[in-house]
């Protein structure tokens, strides 16, 4: 995995590369990677290009296996991967979704200014931490089982609006409003469940976070004003999955696919693609748990938008809707999906795989909410905490040469090992704390793994989707206040 990539490459234009065809054996697309010239250096500097390569082998697959900027190795697909195959002859691979199924981004707004904030700004962040559990394995405030836990699957971000977590007008602002259709809890495992029940409304640890931001800077007026953004005010931006429900439905139907390869004489090159028929019994099981996992990470991040109002409510002496805590977008970026795209001049049903990949949906797209028609689906992307995120929006170039689609965040550039080992926990909070970013935490050493040198540069990132006109910038926003796992 550390060893450099060597393989074939040729240059399309400024921000794309190709891994063609006859690379290797079985590719029955080529690879394309979004990057350009300095950012190939970097993302050549481990095997993620061969695993574009691999991708392309995939029974069904059309146009091409696709990486993102952000592209960096992961399991069977890179993170930052994206691959469309037909329904009818291709197949569904957990790989091309990853373990934590439905990890995304929701970005909430206020209609406070930083100069409101940074006095209360301590008070607020010690009061999201006592309120929204975190870290590894953390439990939550809700106990949900049985009959119950089964509603959270089938109806996402509506059980928790149902059950007093949130309003109404939050599902309009959700991808799939909150709970995509196709959830059958009777394909969840007993494992599964029990890790799931106690960890609905959690925030989990590694790389999830909830950050409060300022927007440091607006790129298009028009667009940020129908988004409802404005210059130095203050946004929260929240970064979490399925925790280890997700997980664990993953590592359930990667041992299921690992039997349907031999089952239906499927080569790989990689057994890690694993994969089945979407039409076959193991591809539709798949995929109903996987529209689960996701729906439960759909309700996960509404319950921490609920107690992130509450603290603020709680710190500003005042309702939540008075201080204009409304939800800008909330999208996922591991995830399967059923889409009709144009492949060749024909309008064709796939199974689009996004891992560590989001969707960016052009203006008036059927599946984008009312509010945003006439000028596109809002897209988040976080980078790391040092440094600033961005909300961009999704165009028709993307329709054209992405399936709709594009970056995540950032990417790394070391593993969680590597950061440990070129940076302590305490060194990284006090980089921050120079910087004037506030942290809560109640593991130290575990900030090391997201030091801003473990990470691409945004700003490179955003460069090449822009460039690349498969995204636009709308707004960036800079970290005043981080909580981490």
């Not at 209360?120 to 939550?140: C, Q, R, T, Y």
């Not at 694993?274 to 039409?279: K, T």
């Amino acid at each position: 995995m550390s060893e450099k990539w060597s393989g074939l490459i040729k240059k399309i234009d400024d921000y794309r590369y190709e891994i063609p065809k006859e690379y290797k054996n079985g590719m029955k697309v080529p690879g394309v990677i979004y990057a350009d010239e300095e950012m190939m250096e970097v993302v050549c500097q481990d095997q993620s290009p061969e695993q574009v390569a691999n991708v392309a082998t995939l029974p069904g697959i059309v146009k091409y296996s696709l990486a993102m900027p952000d592209i960096h190795w992961g399991y069977g697909f890179p993170i930052g991967g994206v691959a469309a195959t037909r329904v009818d002859n291709g197949v569904i691979s957990p790989g091309g979704v990853g373990y934590d199924i439905n990890c995304g981004t929701r970005l909430i707004l206020t209609n406070l200014t930083v100069d409101e904030v940074k006095p209360k700004l301590s008070s607020l962040l010690d009061a999201i931490f006592a309120n929204v559990p975190s870290g590894l394995g953390s439990e939550g405030k809700l106990r949900v089982k049985g009959k119950e836990f089964d509603e959270v699957l089938i109806k996402g971000a509506r059980w928790a609006v149902e059950n007093g977590y949130g309003w109404e007008e939050d599902l309009d602002r959700i991808e799939e409003n909150g709970a995509m259709e196709g959830a059958d809890p009777s394909t969840i495992s007993g494992k599964a469940r029990e890790r799931g029940a106690p960890q609905l409304g959690t925030l989990g640890s590694g790389n999830h976070f909830i950050e409060i931001q300022r927007v440091q800077k607006i790129f298009d007026p028009e667009i940020a004003r129908i988004f409802g953004l404005f210059e130095d005010q203050v946004t929260i931006l929240i970064h979490t999955g399925s925790r280890g429900f997700g997980h664990q439905v993953c590592t359930d139907y990667i041992s299921v696919m690992m039997n349907a390869i031999k089952k239906y004489n499927i080569n790989l090159p990689d057994r890690q693609l694993a994969c089945a028929p979407i039409e076959s019994p193991e591809g539709k099981s798949y995929f109903s748990a996987m529209v689960c996992a996701a729906n439960y990470a759909w309700a996960n991040r509404q319950c921490i938008t609920h107690w992130i109002r509450e603290s603020f409510e709680v710190v500003f002496k005042k309702g939540a809707h008075k201080l204009g805590l409304s939800v800008l977008y909330d999208v996922a970026h591991n995830i399967a999906k059923i889409e009709t795209h144009n492949i060749d001049g024909e309008r064709i049903k796939v199974c689009v795989h996004r891992k560590g990949a989001t969707r960016a949906f052009p203006k008036f797209h059927p599946e984008i909410p009312d509010v945003y028609k006439e000028v596109g689906q809002p897209v988040i992307i976080p980078g790391d905490m040092g440094r600033a995120s961005y909300i961009l929006v999704g165009t028709e170039k993307a329709m054209e040469d992405t399936f709709g689609s594009t970056c995540h965040g950032a990417g790394r550039v070391m593993s969680r090992a590597g950061a440990k080992r070129s940076i302590t926990g305490k060194e990284v909070l006090e980089e921050l704390t120079k910087k004037g970013i506030m942290v809560r935490t109640d593991n130290i050493k575990g900030l090391a793994e997201e030091a801003s040198e473990a990470y691409k540069d945004v700003e490179k990132v955003i460069e090449i989707v822009e460039g690349s006109g498969i995204s636009k910038r709308v707004a960036r926003m800079k970290p005043l206040g981080v909580i981490k796992g």
